[in-house]
Each structure stands twice: as C-alpha cells, then as structure tokens.
C-alpha cells in the first residue's frame, strides 16, 4: 500500500539535478509502532496526531490555550476610498484576556472593491518590524510603506489579482526575545515560573496569533473565509506552515525561504552554507526547551520536516525558495514538499507533481503541492506572490 502511495503522489526523478534521494529519511507513513498507514483512517486518527504531538512537544512547544474566551474585535479605521480610492482599508483590534492580563494586536487589512458585492479570497501576511503602513495619510491617499516598494507585502498587485490581504506584525504578539516569556501573549496565559520543557516558543506564538486573525475573518464580510492563505518569510515562514499545521481552517499555506525547523529536510545533509539545527537552536526562545537536544543531530533526529508539511494534506500547500538562500537550502526544502507528498494521496490528491529540482523559475504547480525557485536571495518577492496566487488561481479561488 506504502508503494502505491508513493507512486500515486510522486514520481520517480530523473532531470534537474539531485536525483539521488536522501537516505534514511524517517519514516512517515509508519506509525510509532511500526504499523503501516494504509487508510485515512489510519492516518487521521493515529499517524497525524502523533506528527502533531511530535512538533508540539520536541520544536515548536505546546500551547496552555487555543481561542481564548475573552477575545473581541474592534474595527478602528474603516475607509472605502483608500488607495486613490482604489481600495477598502480596516485597521482591526484584536484584543483578548487571559488569567494574568489582557493584550492585543492590530491589523491592517486591503480588500478590492469587488468585495462589496461578493467575499474575496484574502492573503493573511506575517509581517515584522512594525512595517506594514508606513503613512498615516487616510483615506484616499492611504499608502502601503517602503516595504511596498520592495515588493515584500505588494499591496496594489493583490488586490488587482482580486484578492484581499491583511498583515499584523507578530512582534506585536510576542517580542523577538527571552523578555517576551514574561509578558506579551505568554505573560496573558501562563506564569513564567510555570513553563515547562514543553511550553510554548515564540514562534508557536506568533502562529496563535495567525489564528487569532483567522478567527476574526471569520467575521468580516468582505472575506471568503473558506479560502484564506497565510503566507511568511523565514522564521515567519516557519510560523506559517506551524499555523497551517495547528489551524486546519488555513486552506492554503505559502512559506518562503523558511529553511531548518521550517520546509528544509534536516536529511538532505548540510550543504555549504547551510542552517543547521545547531545554528539554529541558538534562537532557543523561538522553541521549547526540549528543542535543544536536537542541535548536531541533522542526519539522527528521528523526525523531520516532511513530517510537519504533511499535516497541511489535504489543503494547498506552496513552498519557495531563492536560488542565491544557501541558508535555507532550496534542495532541502524542494525535498521535504516532495517526501510529504504522500499525505496527499491517501486523500485521493496529488502532493507535488515533480521529475527531479526544478530549473529556477519553472514553478511545479500540477497537484496540490507548489514549489519553485526564484533567482535571487533570502526575501519575499513578487515573483513569489504571483506563483502564490497562481496556484490559488489554478485551484479556483477566483470563481
């Protein structure tokens, strides 16, 4: 049954390059007994429970709550004449209560004006550094900041490929550092004398705080809240594809360059230049403590990233990456999306549909599985996003 999984959701490489697969890869369609998955029975009530308890326990660290009872939202700006009245813009108050104090986050959102007569499908973007308006200049002159320009949040190209887009700076959540376990969204939730090896990181925050999002688009009339991506860079492409593991309401998931504990397949080796999980654990706070024992075990840590994308099946999956990110390794991700694949088909679906790494810039978007490689580094571009709204494209998001 494994080998007509495997032959359903992928195909055997031959161009491209890194024919020879990596070598003792762990296992995913075997359960932690050693049983076989060969229905989606099996895999929906064991084997994914079990990738899922593996992620929260040994990278990503568990969460002491989901949706909390007290969470409300407040619309603070509503224009429909925003960018040269090309636009409907909200800033949107997330705000919620725990045991120990209250906190919120607020959201910029940019719907296309076809969202008056009829939901869009809408891009949540894990953004950083407080860069998503960069004026203040409301409401028909109302522009994106610099970031814009760079092509990392391409507001106005959305939103004329008729989707809606909404960021939030998840430093808003949690802070970049070991100060946010003593206040921010861990502080609202839990004592810090109370965590545990276990306990949630930072970057299991942030994608909580994605969720939170995702509850309050559930609300707002101008979203499609059945096709709603989340889309990151980096450890906020880690925190994407995390989001998309714990929120099944995510019908499609993008990440780029997310590399080590992200797409990067820990057994494709350590290529030059290359993250490893040594490298990375030095960012402890973005994982749980039990994270640590894994750092120098890249070819030995009995799990690895393909598990963690296969929670993401049946729903659209993309992953990118830059032919100039060594960091990230764009074989490894390539291969990490290739070996989830059959997760896809025990849902009669294909996962990546691939004959060997793609030449840069040749998208493989055939299943429901995307990957490709663009020219260039570690960033977010807008050949990213158009490949992202391609694949939404190809699966009917615009209908």
């Known amino acids: 049954m494994r080998r007509q999984m495997l032959a359903i959701a992928l195909s055997s490489l031959t161009a491209g390059g890194f024919a020879a697969e990596p070598k003792n890869v762990p296992e995913l369609m075997k359960t932690a007994n050693g049983g076989e998955v060969k229905t989606l029975a099996d895999w929906e009530n064991v084997r994914r429970l079990e990738i899922l308890k593996t992620f929260e326990t040994q990278v990503f660290g568990v969460r002491p709550v989901e949706r909390p009872q007290d969470l409300a939202f407040e619309t603070v700006i509503c224009h429909d004449d925003a960018l040269l009245s090309s636009a409907i813009l909200k800033r949107v108050k997330i705000a919620w209560k725990g045991p120990r104090g209250s906190q919120h986050i607020v959201v910029t959102a940019f719907f296309p004006l076809s969202a008056k007569k009829k939901p869009v499908p809408c891009f949540v973007f894990l953004n950083r550094d407080g860069g998503v308006i960069g004026s203040q200049r409301l409401p028909r002159d109302a522009q994106v900041g610099p970031v814009d320009r760079d092509e990392h949040w391409p507001v106005e190209r959305i939103l004329l490929r008729g989707y809606a887009t909404v960021a939030f700076d998840v430093t808003d959540v949690a802070e970049d550092d070991y100060s946010a376990f003593r206040c921010d969204v861990f502080g609202c939730f839990q004592d810090p004398e109370d ?205």
């Open 195 to 399: 965590r545990t090896s276990e306990s949630w990181g930072t970057l299991s925050a942030w994608a909580w705080g994605a969720s939170r999002v995702m509850d309050w688009l559930e609300t707002e009339k101008f979203v499609d809240a059945k096709r709603v991506a989340v889309a990151g860079l980096s450890r906020r492409g880690k925190t994407a594809l995390w989001a998309g593991a714990t929120d099944r309401r995510f019908a499609m998931v993008c990440s780029c360059g997310s590399g080590t504990c992200g797409a990067k397949l820990n057994r494709f080796g350590l290529p030059s230049g290359s993250e490893s999980l040594c490298r990375i654990s030095r960012f402890r706070h973005w994982f749980c403590r039990n994270f640590d024992k894994w750092a120098g075990k890249d070819m030995t840590v009995p799990f690895d990233q393909h598990w963690m994308l296969s929670l993401i099946a049946p729903r659209l999956l993309c992953v990118a990456s830059g032919s100039e990110d060594t960091g990230a390794c764009p074989e490894g991700e390539y291969w990490s999306t290739y070996l989830a694949s059959p997760a896809w088909a025990l849902y009669g679906k294909k996962g990546l549909v691939a004959n060997g790494f793609p030449a840069v810039e040749a998208p493989l978007q055939e299943g429901d599985v995307s990957y490709h490689v663009r020219k260039g580094p570690h960033e977010f571009l807008l050949y990213d996003w158009e490949r992202f709204m391609d694949f939404a494209d190809k699966h009917g998001w615009q209908n």
